[in-house]
């Protein structure tokens, strides 16, 4: 194990948790042009240590829906916890988004494809 690998397991035994919540934030094409962008890790604590419960990640979507122009929702996953999609190919405008507005910092944030 080397690099991150290694401090993320010495950070859990040392303090029994990761020492950060990342963010996967993927594309999953649906048929043809279209595809949906979804971001799990978000109701985990983020810059200021407090967990989104279901009322923010809605605030949230309705906050990425009006500035993305583009539809959105909140799932409920039974391993990922509290799923965030939008239509479309949202990936980029969606970091640039959370880093914005700190919601999460930039080596919190992973983007999976492309």
Avoid: P, W
């Avoid at 950060?20 to 200021?48: D, E």
């Avoid at 970091?95 to 910092?105: C, D, K, T």
């Amino acid at each position: 194990m080397y690099g991150n690998e290694f401090m993320s397991e010495l950070c859990e035994r040392e303090f029994g948790r990761q020492s950060s919540h990342k963010v996967h934030v993927r594309v999953k094409q649906r048929t043809g042009r279209k595809s949906i962008t979804t971001a799990t890790g978000l109701s985990t604590a983020g810059v200021s240590g407090e967990m989104m419960n279901m009322e923010d990640m809605k605030v949230l979507v309705k906050r990425l829906k009006k500035r993305l122009n583009c539809n959105g929702s909140v799932i409920e996953h039974e391993t990922h916890g509290l799923v965030l999609q939008l239509s479309g190919d949202q990936r980029f405008n969606l970091f640039n988004f959370l880093i914005e507005n700190r919601i999460r910092q930039e080596h919190q944030i992973v983007i999976h494809g492309g």
